[in-house]
């Protein structure tokens, strides 16, 4: 199994990005996939997860309503459209694949995810 996130990098307070993470060694289509921050001194938190579908999606308080995940099955990637981006999103971003197939149950948890990507830097600052 390998998780390549891509698209980091710098922004200014309002602007977008849109990370990548290109999946293999697994059927990606049978599988949720979650992302994840962790920001300098803070711990790993949940950002938001999408079904093997792409059907349900929930996402963080903190980035409800600016954060889109959706994923390209034929394709194998999952992504994540980051509008509105706001100093407190500085963080490395991660992707993670859902430890079980077809399965959604306690998406927030770290430990539900058995897979992680490298991770990809996200700077916004003016």
């Known amino acids: 199994v390998q998780l390549v996130e891509s698209g980091g990098g710098l922004a200014q307070p309002g602007g977008s990005l849109r990370l990548s993470c290109a999946a293999s060694?697994?059927?990606?289509?049978?599988?949720?996939m979650g992302w994840f921050r962790q920001a300098p001194g803070k711990e790993r938190e949940f950002v938001a997860v999408?079904?093997?579908?792409?059907?349900?999606?929930y996402y963080a308080d903190s980035v409800k309503g600016r954060f889109t995940i959706s994923r390209d099955n034929a394709g194998n990637t999952l992504y994540l459209q980051m509008n509105k981006l706001k100093p407190e999103d500085t963080a490395l971003y991660y992707c993670?694949?859902?430890?079980?197939?077809?399965?959604?149950?306690?998406?927030?948890?770290?430990?539900?995810?058995?897979?992680w990507g490298q991770g990809t830097q996200i700077t916004v600052s003016a």
């Open positions: 993670a694949k859902k430890r079980s197939p077809l399965d959604t149950d306690n998406y927030y948890r770290l430990t539900e995810y058995d897979y």
């Open positions: 060694g697994f059927t990606f289509s049978r599988y949720a």
């Open positions: 999408i079904s093997w579908g792409g059907s349900w999606t």
